[in-house]
């Protein structure tokens, strides 16, 4: 296996120079020196081929010994030093300080087709930042993020990805519904893949400790190396060589926060199309880059429902259900403001990217909804269709994959048809009561006449909406039947569903039966509609 591994994240950024193991605060450092812990029995579950390409590797480097003992943390790469990353973040609205890498341990970064990739095990064992837990993952919480993080890049929503997932052979405690019953389960090991695993929380915590300096390092270090445009063109001249010397001024911190806000927005507005409901966007769990990080009590909408959480955590306040996401990621920009504010020390700048946030988010959530229906032109008015389709939706349990996948079908000329169309995707049939169908019919109306004005093709309104409206998703039971098969030792679901999710837009006949809204058995099990942060 030909590696050549680079490091620009420690070789520019400050270390802790403590190198000791213990559990602490670790101050004016980003990253703390760490080796991950021996496991007892590796063993390879699934290696994303995708991946491998993309990092300039084969498929036969990953059946070498050498590949499963450094990405299960058996054996350090020559030449490279593991370490752990610092960062605070507010949880659940709340300050909670230093979080840090409890159980994320970054191994190295590869180059490829002028790329950087850092490549991390989150499962590795203890860090300074473990805090009170073992610094471990288990088997079903790294099925769900290897699974989803491959299937989102696949949906084309911008995300970490996952280059393998493997068992470690040890056993690991956990009260999964934290109800007093604690019960071993597999240990395993996800090897995550990013430009960047610098989040929100990463700069919010020398701004907590008003560390101006080491803030100022890394965001400097930060627009330097992932928003190189903004660096250039505010600040001409700025070659390579002259590249660590210049001062970045503040109408640049605020193009920087500026875009983070936008790639955020984007991100989110792709969570939105696809159903897909995070679970803890805590501002620790916000990527710089506005990629899609941390798979823990995540989950995908069956029923279209906005109050919906995954997350038993957050049952009673519900602050990140579905439809509140987008008002929340705001609500995270607020802090990363806070944050950068001590190197701007003006909020007018700061306050206007704020507040453009709130216009773009309503504009691009329209844009998006319009593409879920088809339509290829604006009328002002698409805003009360689109609210009134929402709240069709939600007149009675309608499967929100289903129910747009299959609208494509729907033609103008017919709209009597409309119900027939989507009657698939309701749940309980019982439920759609005459009412129900009149407000349909309704909607259909006036949704027909609407497509009537558009000028677009009937054909090629259907191909836009197959490209949006995905016909497979991970469904929470899906993944629940894989993590149920691979506890007894069988780990062809895993594949399947991998694989699966490599073409979630197209029609696959074959898997057909993927494309079936949610077994009543899974409505309430634990894992399918109800997950916590044990993981
Ligand atoms: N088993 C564990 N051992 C040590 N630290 C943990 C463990 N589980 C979570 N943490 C830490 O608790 C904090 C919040 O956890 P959260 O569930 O958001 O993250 P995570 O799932 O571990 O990781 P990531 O955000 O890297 O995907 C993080 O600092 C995380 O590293
Ligand atoms: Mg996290």
């Not at 609208?407 to 027939?420: C, H, K, R, V, W």
Request: hydrophobic share 35%.
């Amino acid at each position: 296996m030909n590696i050549n591994p680079k490091h620009t994240f420690t070789s520019n950024l400050p270390a802790d120079p403590i190198l000791e193991n213990t559990r602490r605060q670790v101050t004016k450092a980003c990253y703390s020196y760490v080796k991950p812990k021996q496991t007892s029995n590796p063993k390879l579950l699934h290696v994303s081929p995708e991946m491998l390409k993309e990092l300039g590797l084969s498929e036969n480097d990953a059946k070498r010994k050498q590949f499963l003992n450094i990405f299960t943390g058996n054996t350090v790469l020559e030449n490279t030093n593991p370490y752990a990353m610092c960062y605070g973040g507010h949880q659940f609205g709340h300050w909670a300080g230093q979080l840090g890498d409890g159980r994320a341990i970054n191994l190295f970064e590869i180059e490829h087709n002028n790329q950087n990739w850092k490549l991390q095990l989150k499962g590795a064992g203890e860090t300074p930042y473990s805090r009170t837990a073992d610094g471990l993952a288990v088997l079903r919480s790294s099925i769900r993020e290897y699974l989803c993080s491959e299937a989102m890049h696949h949906l084309g929503v911008p995300t970490t990805r996952a280059l393998s997932l493997a068992l470690s052979g040890d056993q690991v405690l956990r009260d999964v519904m934290y109800n007093g019953n604690p019960e071993y389960e597999k240990g395993a090991i996800v090897c995550r893949v990013s430009p960047s695993f610098l989040r929100f929380g990463s700069f919010e915590i020398f701004a907590a400790r008003n560390d101006t300096e080491t803030l100022k390092t890394l965001v400097d270090y930060t627009i330097k190396t992932h928003f190189k445009h903004l660096f250039t063109s505010s600040d001409p001249g700025g070659t390579e060589e002259s590249f660590r010397e210049t001062e970045i001024n503040k109408q640049t911190y605020v193009s920087f926060f500026n875009e983070v806000a936008l790639r955020n927005l984007d991100m989110v507005i792709h969570w939105q199309r696809v159903g897909f409901t995070h679970g803890v966007m805590n501002t620790d769990n916000l990527s710089i880059l506005g990629l899609t990080i941390d798979y823990g009590p995540y989950g995908w909408l069956e029923g279209y429902e906005p109050g919906w959480t995954p997350n038993t955590t957050d049952s009673q306040h519900k602050r990140y259900r579905f439809g509140a996401q987008p008002d929340i990621v705001h609500w995270n920009l607020y802090q990363l403001a806070n944050a950068l504010y001590p190197l701007i020390e003006e909020a007018e700048g700061l306050e206007a990217v704020l507040a453009n946030y709130a216009i773009q988010k309503e504009a691009k959530y329209l844009q998006m909804m319009r593409s879920k229906i088809g339509l290829s032109t604006e009328e002002p008015k698409d805003a009360n269709l689109i609210q009134e389709l929402e709240d069709c939706l939600q007149l009675t349990e309608t499967d929100m994959t289903i129910f747009f996948r299959n609208l494509a079908n729907f033609d103008s000329a017919t709209p009597t048809n409309g119900l027939q169309i989507i009657r698939e995707s309701f749940y309980e049939i019982k439920t759609v009561t005459e009412a129900v169908k009149n407000r349909w019919n309704l909607w259909f109306d006036s949704y027909a006449d609407r497509l009537q004005r558009d000028p677009i093709s009937a054909k090629a309104k259907k191909e836009n909406m197959n490209s949006v409206n995905p016909k497979y998703v991970l469904r929470n039971y899906m993944a629940q039947l894989a993590i149920d098969d691979a506890n007894k030792g069988d780990y062809k679901l895993i594949d399947d569903l991998f694989n699966l999710l490599k073409q979630p837009y197209a029609e696959q006949p074959k898997h057909e039966k993927w494309f079936a809204k949610r077994p009543e058995w899974a409505r309430h099990k634990v894992g399918c509609s109800m997950l916590s942060c044990s993981s």
